[in-house]
């Protein structure tokens, strides 16, 4: 009996041993990114994670770091986009983070407000060209005026549009997508053509695709569907005109046939394919959905600009990767020499041809808009990117239960637009204050 | 043929025991110890260790970052309130009872099937338990595609028999989404069944049936009488696995559904799974996983008892 009593005892102590570790930890210590020569001649190796979803494009820009000097080696990790939040606060709680973070920019407010990046405000601006950065997706890394993550690569959500199927419906482009009232007539116009085309092609049954493109209608009329400063958010559904306006333009498509019976369904898996294959007029989408990988018959048929409010204006999601340093890393200084040479112009005029768009506007040279073309639209009104900034971001529009995709579908495909407004702002009440808490 | 082995090897080891060498077996004892000690170290750092500090943690807010505080039996005083598990144990109840029948029976008659060493029988065996070897989550990436309306072959399938036509959006209604995972899920597990309730019935003695066969017995009759109670244990095994399996699903449902539409095809360890990595509050999925544990060890325990062997 005495042996299995000790035996439990040790069991036990082993067990609360790493609790009462963790009980201690505390934040990592942050880099001194003021001591002189920081982020110059480093040497060694450079930890990076990147997402998986966008790991071509960060290979390409490390491939290029690596050609023009040979005193720093970049140990690119991938990590799957799903897990990268939970893997993260792992190492952070391990005490073993790597020296740079390119994560999506929406998750980095969540590491943020827990003071576990490093403080880049004064590196920032010194930096050239940081006027010219995208400043919806500078804003998701930045909290009481402190900034800790700079944009790296943007994911954008634009309008493309067939410019065959706009020419033979008598449609022009360059006023009829200036709102979404105009944007309805063009999609009528274009069902006209035949039972085959379709005015309007949306990934109905996809949250995270329905938050990307359908949210920057609301954001272009100037106001949010959540309201408040981070830590003290609630909703902003009920009483929301332009929500209402964005919610009953897909009803009225939905009801009048103007987008594919397979977009109800459609979980993404075959998001754009009805665009490139050129049987619909209007995607709203990424980079990767309307052009990546088509070919020159499908690109120069091909058109795009900003997605519009319901009476006009005009907006973008800021999506993509931020670049952050973690507190503990033990090559910051690599790391920040990294990030100055990923912002350069030459690096980012060529984001393009992994499938993304620079973040600084002053990518658009007149090589890259030769080589290009479809890439410029949001470089040219930088200013109208955004993306919420909140704690809930996935739990409000990224999960299948999420508050804004249940409202989406409940008044777009069953059209009760009352009622799908009404459930959503106590749900988004809901999940902020428990976010909040 | 095999399974008859182990009963002629018995009477040996009974033969063992009694012989003079009995000192020496004590004597190994401590050899017996230490060849175990490494599947104990294993136990020890990988299940009660952790399982020590996930009691702890659940007595915590511990959020997946930052900080964490002591907030004593808070996170299991929320649990009779939180609606969102509720839902999510009973689907997992409807989902286990969807299920449980259906794995057994075919199992079972996949068994009945295979049993005889006829030729081909051990080519079913292969067939029938390939599913399992494959696992779930492999079937269930390949029914993503296969469930696509207009392309994929379940649809196709019954539009060519014409029963729909093949634009069904399984995964877009709680009810089809369940029906459709709960097809997958006894196609691809009932071979484990087969495999357990196979090794009983070869350990039926052949020549029981023969008797009752010469004594005008039908199958039916035989199979009621003879191999059923003889099966208690097997079908027992089986049941037992059955429901554990189905009360912590996870992959197929995270894989085809991720528990939509909304929270309607939500099980129990997804949910716990969410609340901890994607609302970021693992102190309380921890509480709500050790309450998870302990329904399932009250559960297992109950069927041991129902399906106890009766004297």
Known sequence: MRSRREFLALAGLAGVTPLLASCGSGVLPAPDTAAPGFGEGATGVLRLWARSDTQTGTQAVVDAFHASQDRIRVELTPVLGTQYVTKLATAIRARAVPDLLAMNDIDTILFIVRDVFTDLTELVAQLPGRERLSPGQLDLSTLDERVYGLPFLADNSVLWHNTELMDRAGVDPSTALTSLEGCLDAARAVRELGADTYGWSLAANASGIIGFVTQPHTWAADTDVITGE?????????????????????????????MPQANFSDTGT?????????????????YFAAVMGQDEAVTSRTGVSLLPGPTGGSAFF??????????????????WEFTKFALEVEQQSKLPAGGYFPVRSDAATDEYRATYPLAVAPLEQIDTGYAPRTLSYNLLYNQPDSPYFEMFRRAVFDGDVDGAMASAQARYDRVLEQAQR | MSAATPRTGAGSTAGTRGSSRYGTITHRSSTGLLLVLPALAFIVVFVMVPFVFAIGISFTNWPLVGA?????????????????????????????????????LVGYLMAVVVRANRRGSTVLRTLFFLPYVIGLSTLSFLLVLEAQPGSGAVNLLLQGLGITDGQTAWFTSGPLATALISLLVVWGVSGLTMVLLLAGMQAVPREVHESAEVDGATWWQRERSITLPMLRRPIAMSLILSVIGSFLAFSQFFILTQGGPGTDTTPV???IYNRAFVQLQVGSATALSLVLVLVVALVTAAQFWLLREKD
């Open chain 1, 230 to 258: 981070v830590g003290s958010q609630r909703g902003a559904v009920e009483g929301n005109q332009a929500l209402r306006a964005v919610l009953e333009h897909h009803r009225t498509m939905w009801a009048e046939g103007l």
């Open chain 1, 270 to 286: 075959s998001w754009g394919s009805d665009f490139t294959a050129g049987t619909v007029g209007l995607l709203p989408g990424n």
């Open chain 1, 318 to 335: 800021t999506g993509g990767d931020n670049l952050c340093i973690p507190r503990g890393a033990q090559n910051a200084s690599a790391a």
């Open chain 2, 68 to 104: 964490f505080r002591f907030i004593g039996l808070e996170n299991f005083a929320a649990i009779p309130g939180d609606t969102a598990f509720w839902k999510a144990v009973g689907y997992t109840l409807l989902y286990t009872a969807i299920v449980t029948g259906p794995i057994l």
């Open chain 2, 269 to 271: 360890v997804l949910a």
